[in-house]
C-alpha cells in the first residue's frame, strides 16, 4: 500500500471534523483582530490562493476580523514569499502566509533553504485531498484509461501540476502510478507555477492530465469543465459525489495536504495569541462552513505546539517516501 500519513494526532482531528475545535464565537460577534494582511506565495486559482482567500472571507464575513487583505508573491517554488517574510520580519507583524505540505517537501529537496522552523508557526487549519483530472473532451475517463494510454505512449501521456518536480502533485502523480504498479520515475511529469496555469495546460490539451488539489478541480468539474478521474481519498467526498477515489479503481493509495499560516520570525505572543484565536472561534461559524463545504476541505486543527510536532512528524514521512521513490 502506498499511502502517505499525517500522523495520529491529524488522523485523529479529520475523523472528528464534525465535532467543532474551539470555543464559540461570543454572542456579540466580539472582533478578534481589526485586520489580517494573507501573503499567498504562488499566483491566482491555485490551492493556497484559494485557502487564503477562503480564510480571509470566513472570518471578515463571521466579524472576527475586520478586513483581510491578499498579496500573491510567486517564484522560488514558494520560496520568494518565505524570504520576503523571513527579511522583513518587523514590518511584517501583521502578514500571515499560507503554506501546506511542499514548505516540508521543498526543504527536504533544497528548493530554498528555510524550513517550517524559521519561521512562527500559526496553526494548521484544512486538509485537502489531491485529485487527478482530465479535459472534458479527453477519451480518459477513468484511471484505467489513464494507465492504458500511458502503456501505449508513456512519452505523450504527460502529467502536469502546480509544483515543481519532486514537488507535491508530482509525489502525488508518482504515488498513484506507483500504486497502479507502472515505475514513477518514467512518468513524464511537466511542471507549472501555481494550479492555474496547470489547469489552463490541461484545458489547451499542453499536458494529459493534471494532479491537482481536489478543491481545485470541484468547481470545475461541477462546471463540465474538467472530469475528475480520480481522488486520494479513502471514500467519495460529497463536493463531488460521482468522483471515484483511487481505491475504488484498485490503486492502493490515500493522500491529504494540510494546508495552514505562518508568521512572520519573531512575531509577538501577543500578536499570534490573537491570530490563534480568530483560527479557532472560525470554526464554529456558519461562515466557515459554508467556505468549508464549497471547497470539499476536512477540518485538520492544530495550533502552536502541536502544529510543530505534526510537521516535524510529517517531515520525517515524506523524506522516507521521497527516498523510496527516488526523490531525494
Do not use: C
Not at 473532451?137 to 492504458?148: C, T, W
Request: proline fraction near 4%; aromatic fraction near 8%.
Amino acid at each position: 500500500m502506498t499511502t502517505l500519513k499525517l500522523g495520529r494526532r491529524a488522523l485523529i482531528a479529520a475523523a472528528v471534523a464534525a465535532l467543532g475545535f474551539a470555543s464559540p464565537v461570543s454572542a456579540d460577534g466580539h472582533k478578534v483582530l481589526d485586520s489580517i494582511h494573507f501573503l499567498i506565495p504562488g499566483g491566482a486559482g491555485g490551492g493556497w490562493d484559494g485557502t487564503a482567500r477562503g480564510t480571509g472571507e470566513a472570518l471578515t464575513e463571521a466579524g472576527l476580523v475586520g478586513s483581510a487583505s491578499y498579496e500573491n508573491m510567486s517564484g522560488g517554488g514558494g520560496g520568494k514569499a518565505i524570504g520576503y517574510l523571513i527579511e522583513n520580519a518587523e514590518s511584517n507583524h501583521g502578514t500571515l502566509m499560507v503554506n501546506s505540505t511542499p514548505i516540508v517537501i521543498r526543504s527536504l529537496t533544497g528548493v530554498f533553504p528555510q524550513s517550517f522552523r524559521d519561521l512562527t508557526l500559526v496553526a494548521g487549519t484544512i486538509g485537502d485531498y489531491a485529485a487527478i483530472v482530465v479535459g472534458k473532451d479527453s477519451p480518459i475517463n477513468n484511471m484505467a484509461d489513464l494507465l492504458a494510454a500511458y502503456d501505449a505512449d508513456p512519452s505523450a501521456t504527460a502529467i502536469g501540476g502546480g509544483s515543481v518536480p519532486g514537488g507535491m502533485d508530482h509525489l502525488v502523480a508518482a504515488m498513484a502510478m506507483e500504486a497502479a504498479g507502472k515505475d514513477a520515475l518514467n512518468v513524464k511529469y511537466i511542471p507549472y507555477d501555481a494550479g492555474g496555469k496547470a489547469m489552463a495546460a490541461l484545458l489547451s490539451g499542453e499536458i494529459a492530465a493534471l494532479s491537482t488539489g481536489f478543491s481545485e478541480a470541484v468547481d470545475l468539474a461541477n462546471a463540465g469543465e474538467v472530469k475528475i478521474i480520480g481522488v486520494t481519498s479513502e471514500e467519495r467526498v460529497d463536493a463531488a459525489p460521482d468522483a471515484m477515489t483511487m481505491k475504488e479503481q484498485g490503486i492502493d493509495t490515500t493522500f491529504v495536504n494540510w494546508r495552514g499560516f505562518f508568521g512572520a520570525p519573531g512575531l509577538p505572543e501577543d500578536k499570534l495569541a490573537m491570530y490563534q484565536d480568530a483560527i479557532d472561534k472560525m470554526y464554529e461559524t456558519p461562515e466557515w462552513e459554508e467556505v468549508r463545504a464549497r471547497n470539499g476541505w476536512v477540518n485538520i486543527h492544530n495550533s502552536g505546539e502541536e502544529f510543530e510536532a505534526f510537521l516535524e512528524a510529517q517531515e520525517q514521512v515524506i523524506g522516507d517516501l521521497m527516498k523510496k521513490l527516488g526523490f531525494l
